[in-house]
């Protein structure tokens, strides 16, 4: 093929391209006032016998033009999702309409590139305002920014499905008066960032954060007798790295970060589990109100009363009102030993009756009980049996 013909159909790719860029932003368009709809007349944003339709009639007009069925699925789980955030987001600003800020300055661990910076990104790229990124080297640093008043949100990794939960998050939340207004899902892609030209086996240090060490504990052991040192965070293992002249070092972070240390992956799902992603929080000084059309989560902490079966009745309150818990966690109360502090996710709006109900009985049998917030899930699971079901119906034709 000459080049003058591969020019031509890149050109014309490009130019597919761009109409595909137009089509999605109209369906953006058409989405935002679907949601303006739906404030008014009081109706859920996820519809999913709508997206099981929509799938359904998208894959057989698909499979008409020749494309696999699984593709279209996959794209159109992406449009939906980014349609029932986006409508989220709208309806979450039309509801607080004092926390639309012209510049959000947002507080997170490390420096630009670790992952708590992209999920800063991801974040606060759905809101209204500017972001201030303020980097910081400790939770506890990150929680005081927003109690000065020197930041207004922060961004605070709970939780990831290989190495848990991350207990000194849970230990500052005890302590402090902000609230909890948000959550996300980040995916986790540890890779083995080095200087170019340094190859696996060159490797004698690797630079890197404890939580990510523990993701990463079998890759490390199949690495042999090398070196690991600690940083405060992925940011800071790039840092040093990217500052060493020395060939034999390493740092595990984000590829899509280690480019801005001049650092590149030399290897990449290093993490036990291949499914690793964490959970943060956004927390704030002020709580939000969640409109009742977006599923929302509740996050609780309380202490029981010394006595058998206490947790365990508490517990029963949340059934008894057909309340769905998502997570539940112990920690111990500092100068009380043996003593616990339970963290309790759940999902449902602090305005709803049952929640309230519930919440009114645990006041009165536990020792402290604090609602720590209440916000949108943006957990958006895709739907997928309308996926199968077409796939099924496309197989037997
Ligand atoms: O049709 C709706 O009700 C929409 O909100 C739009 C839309 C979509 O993007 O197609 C998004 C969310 C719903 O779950 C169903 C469909």
């Not at 927003?146 to 939780?159: H, M, R, T, Y």
Request: hydrophobic residues 40%; proline residues 4%; glycine residues 6%.
């Amino acid at each position: 093929m000459s080049k003058e013909v591969l020019n031509e159909l890149r050109e014309k790719i490009t130019a597919t391209d761009s109409q595909l860029l137009s089509l999605i932003a109209k369906r953006q368009t058409l989405t935002a006032k679907v949601a303006e709809t739906k404030v008014k007349h009081q109706i859920s944003v996820r519809d999913k016998s709508r997206e099981e339709q929509l799938l359904l009639r998208l894959i057989k007009q698909g499979q008409e033009c020749g494309l696999d069925p699984h593709f279209i699925t996959k794209l159109f789980q992406v449009i939906i999702e980014d349609s029932v955030l986006q409508q989220q987001s709208l309806l979450h600003e039309w509801a607080n309409p004092d926390s639309r800020l012209q510049i959000n300055r947002v507080a997170f661990l490390g420096k630009k590139g670790s992952y708590s910076y992209l999920a800063t990104q991801k974040y606060f790229s759905r809101r209204p305002g500017d972001l201030v990124e303020i980097g910081c080297n400790s939770f506890a640093q990150i929680i005081d920014k927003v109690e000065k008043n020197e930041a207004d949100f922060a961004v605070l990794p709970i939780e990831n499905t290989s190495s848990g939960s991350i207990n000194e998050v849970f230990d500052q939340l005890q302590h402090t008066r902000l609230n909890i207004v948000g959550e996300l899902t980040h995916p986790i892609e540890h890779s083995l960032l080095v200087h170019e030209g340094v190859r696996l086996e060159d490797i004698k240090t690797v630079y890197t954060h404890p939580q990510v060490f523990a993701q990463c504990s079998h890759f490390l052991a199949g690495l042999g007798n090398i070196e690991v040192k600690t940083c405060d965070s992925t940011a800071d293992a790039m840092v040093k790295v990217g500052e060493l002249s020395a060939p034999n070092a390493a740092a595990i972070g984000s590829a899509e970060s280690g480019h801005l240390y001049g650092l590149k992956a030399i290897k990449s799902d290093l993490a036990n589990q291949k499914e690793n992603h964490s959970r943060f929080i956004v927390v704030a000084s002020q709580s939000i109100k969640v409109p009742l059309q977006v599923p929302a989560k509740t996050t609780v902490i309380m202490s029981t009363v010394q006595s058998p079966g206490a947790l365990c009745d508490a517990l029963t309150v949340l059934k008894n009102n057909n309340i769905n818990m998502t997570k539940l966690e112990s920690r111990p109360i500092n100068g009380n030993p043996w003593e616990e502090m339970f963290y309790v996710d759940m999902l449902g709006n602090i305005e709803d009756g049952p929640m309230q109900l519930a919440f009114e009985t645990l006041r009165g049998m536990t020792r402290y009980f604090k609602v720590l917030g209440c916000y949108p899930v943006e957990e958006i699971s895709p739907t997928r049996i309308a996926a199968s079901q077409a796939l099924t119906e496309a197989q037997k034709e």
